[in-house]
C-alpha cells in the first residue's frame, strides 16, 4: 500500500468523523468529544479480532458504527438537552472517561494499545499483505454511499429543521416541532458516523490506542471542520486530505512548526473564511 | 485513621493546585464569556520561565532562598507579557462572535504558543528542585510530606481570599461584577470596559502562570504538560459553575479529594474519576453547581 493510498485511507476515515460534526454544526452544536465514538469505533472493532477471534472485516467495519450508535443512544438522551460551550465541555469529558479507563487497563494495551488484523472480508479469504488495498476500496464505496445519504437528509424536510434550530430554537418549538428529537437524532447519526471513521481508521493503521479518545483528537476533528466549513458534504472529505497531507510534509520537513501552522491556518479561516476552504471551491463555481 | 488523614491531606494539596488554575479560567470566562484553552499553554509557559529563571539565579551563586523570588517574577512576567499581548494583540478583535467561535480562538492560541513553547526552550525537561527541597519534610502520623506542599495551599487559600476580597469589597471588583452582570449596560454607564477586559484576562493569564511557577519545581518541566492541565482545569469550572469563584473552589475540592481517594483504593480509577465527577454534576445541575440562571433571550 502506497504512502498516498494510506494518506487515503486516513483522509476518508477522518472525513466521516468530520462528516459528522458537519451535521453537529448545522444544528448549531459543536462537540469537542467526538474522539469518544471515533476511538469506540476502534476498539469495538478491534477488540472483535482480538478478543473474540473474529477477523473478518467487514464485521469489524459493522461493529464500529453500531457500538459507538448505541452508546451514542443513551448519552445522547442527556446531552440533546445541552447547549453551546456547556454541550462542548460534557461531550469532552464523555471521551475523557474513555480515555481514562482505556489508559488505566493493562488488558487493553493500556497507553500502548494493540495490533489487529482482518483475515476476511465477509467470509472470502484476503490475499495477504493485500488487506490494506482491500479496505481502502471499500471505504471508498462506503464513504460515497454515506455522504450521498448524508446530503438527502440534509436536504430533506427532517434535516433543513437542523438548520432551523441553529438560527432560533425558540421559533422552532412554537412551530410545533420537537428540537430535542432533532438534535437527538443528529447526534446519534454523528456518533455513529465517527465510529465508522474509527473502524476505517483502525484498519488502516492496523493498531489501536488511547490517543484516539485523547481531547486533542477531538480537537483535531474539529479543526479539520473548520477548516472545510459546513457548507457542503464533500468539504470534510477534500478538507481532510489536505489536512493529512500537510502533515505527512510538515512531519518530513518541519515537525516543530506543525502546531503553530494549524493554530495561524485557524485564525486566518476564523477571520477571513468564515464559512471554510468549501466559500472557495463554490466562488470558483459561481 | 491515618491513612484517611494522609489521603485528605494529598486530595487538598492537588485541589490546590487545581484551584491556582481554575480561578484564572473561571475569572476569565466571567467576565469575558470566554472559555480559554490557551490557559494551558499560559501555565506550561510559567513553569518554563519559573525553571529558567530559577536556574540561572542558582546557577549565579545566589542564595537558593531567592529562588522562591524568581518563581514569583516568573507569574509577574507571564501576567504583564503574555496578558496584553494575546487580549490586545488578538481577542480585541474577536469580541462579540460566538462564544463557541472563541473557544476555537484560544485553542488556535493554545496550538500556537504549544509550538512556541518547543521552539524556544527545546525538547529536553528542565529541573528546578531548589524550591522544593528546601524548605525540608514535616511529619503526618510517620509519613513525611515536604513542606512545600503547605506553601502551596498557603498560596492558593490566600489567591482565593484576595481575589474574592478584591472582587466583593473593592470600587474595582464592583465594577468588575457590574461588567458581568451586563456588559452593554456598564459601558453605558461609563465603565471602561475595555480595560476591564485587559486587566481580567492578564490577571488570569497571571494566575496561570502562578499555577505553573509553583508546579516547576515539583516535576520535570517538558513539552505537553499544559495539554492535561487544561481539561482538567476544565472540569474544575465547569463543575463550580462557569465564572463562579467559590464554585472554582469547592470544585476544585471535590476533583482533588475524589481523585486522592480514588489512587488510594482504586488507582486505575484516577482518571475515570474525575470526569465522572464532572459528568455527574453537570447531569444534576446543567450549568454547574453555583451557576446563575440565565434569562432566555429571544
Known amino acids: 500500500m502506497s504512502a498516498l493510498e494510506f494518506i487515503l485511507a486516513l483522509a476518508l476515515a477522518k472525513g466521516l468523523v468530520v462528516l459528522g460534526l458537519l451535521l453537529l454544526m448545522r444544528t448549531g452544536l459543536v462537540s469537542f468529544g467526538q474522539g469518544l465514538y471515533f476511538g469506540l469505533g476502534a476498539y469495538s472493532a478491534a477488540l472483535l479480532a482480538h478478543r473474540a477471534g473474529i477477523g473478518d472485516g467487514a464485521l469489524m467495519i459493522l461493529a464500529g458504527p453500531a457500538c459507538a450508535a448505541a452508546v451514542a443512544a443513551v448519552l445522547g438522551l442527556l446531552l440533546a438537552r445541552y447547549r453551546e460551550i456547556f454541550f462542548a465541555m460534557l461531550s469532552l469529558a464523555f471521551s475523557m472517561i474513555l480515555y481514562g479507563m482505556l489508559v488505566k487497563s493493562a488488558a487493553l494495551g493500556s497507553t500502548d494499545g494493540f495490533n489487529l488484523h482482518a483475515k476476511t472480508f465477509a467470509g472470502i479469504a484476503l490475499p495477504a499483505g493485500g488487506e490494506r488495498r482491500v479496505f481502502f476500496a471499500v471505504s471508498v464505496v462506503i464513504v460515497a454511499i454515506v455522504t450521498w445519504a448524508l446530503h438527502r437528509y440534509l436536504a430533506s424536510h427532517w434535516g433543513r429543521r437542523s438548520a432551523a434550530i441553529r438560527d432560533n430554537e425558540l421559533r422552532v418549538e412554537y412551530l410545533g416541532a420537537s428540537v430535542y428529537r432533532v438534535v437527538y437524532v443528529n447526534y446519534v447519526i454523528a456518533a455513529a458516523l465517527a465510529g465508522l471513521g474509527g473502524a476505517f481508521a483502525a484498519l488502516a493503521v492496523g493498531h489501536v490506542d488511547p490517543e484516539t479518545t485523547y481531547w486533542t483528537t477531538s480537537g483535531e476533528f474539529v479543526f479539520i471542520a473548520i477548516l472545510g466549513g459546513t457548507g457542503n458534504v464533500l468539504a470534510p472529505f477534500l478538507s481532510a486530505a489536505l489536512f493529512e497531507a500537510l502533515r505527512t510534509v510538515a512531519n518530513q520537513y518541519a515537525p516543530n512548526v506543525w502546531q503553530m501552522t494549524l493554530g495561524v491556518a485557524m485564525l486566518a479561516i476564523i477571520m477571513f473564511l468564515p464559512g471554510g476552504l468549501w466559500t472557495l471551491v463554490r466562488r470558483k463555481a459561481a | ?298
Open chain 2, 1 to 298: 485513621m491515618n491513612t484517611f488523614l494522609a489521603v485528605v491531606f494529598d486530595g487538598v494539596v492537588y485541589s490546590s493546585w487545581l484551584f491556582l488554575m481554575a480561578a484564572g479560567l473561571t475569572l476569565i470566562y466571567g467576565v469575558m464569556r470566554i472559555l480559554n484553552i490557551a490557559h494551558g499553554s499560559l501555565y506550561a509557559l510559567g513553569a518554563y520561565v519559573a525553571a529558567t529563571l530559577g536556574g540561572a539565579w542558582i546557577a549565579a551563586g545566589h542564595a537558593p532562598a531567592g529562588s522562591f523570588a524568581m518563581l514569583a517574577l516568573a507569574t509577574l512576567l507571564v501576567g504583564v507579557v503574555m496578558g496584553p499581548l494575546i487580549e490586545r494583540g488578538l481577542l480585541k478583535w474577536m469580541y462579540g462572535k460566538d462564544e463557541i467561535v472563541l473557544l476555537l480562538i484560544t485553542y488556535a492560541v493554545f496550538l500556537i504558543l504549544e509550538d512556541a513553547i518547543k521552539l524556544v526552550w527545546g525538547v529536553e525537561s528542565k529541573m528546578l528542585s531548589e524550591p522544593y527541597a528546601l524548605p525540608g519534610n514535616f511529619q503526618i502520623g510517620g509519613l513525611a510530606y515536604p513542606v512545600y506542599n503547605l506553601v502551596l495551599i498557603a498560596v492558593a487559600a490566600l489567591t482565593g481570599l484576595a481575589l474574592s476580597w478584591a472582587l466583593y469589597y473593592t470600587r474595582r471588583g464592583k465594577l468588575l461584577l457590574a461588567v458581568i452582570h451586563d456588559r452593554e449596560m456598564s459601558a453605558a454607564m461609563g465603565i471602561n470596559v475595555d480595560r476591564v477586559f485587559l486587566v481580567t484576562f492578564s490577571l488570569g493569564a497571571m494566575l496561570a502562570g502562578l499555577g505553573g511557577a509553583l508546579t516547576a519545581p515539583m516535576i520535570a518541566v517538558s513539552p505537553g504538560i499544559g495539554v492535561e492541565v487544561i481539561v482538567l482545569s476544565f472540569a474544575v469550572v465547569v463543575i463550580g459553575g462557569l465564572g463562579s469563584l467559590g464554585g472554582a473552589a469547592l470544585g476544585a475540592l471535590m476533583v482533588g479529594i475524589a481523585r486522592s481517594v480514588a489512587v488510594r483504593y482504586w488507582p486505575e480509577g484516577e482518571l475515570f474519576i474525575i470526569y465522572f465527577v464532572m459528568a455527574l454534576v453537570l447531569v444534576a445541575r446543567p450549568r454547574g453547581l453555583f451557576s446563575a440562571p440565565e434569562a432566555r433571550k429571544l
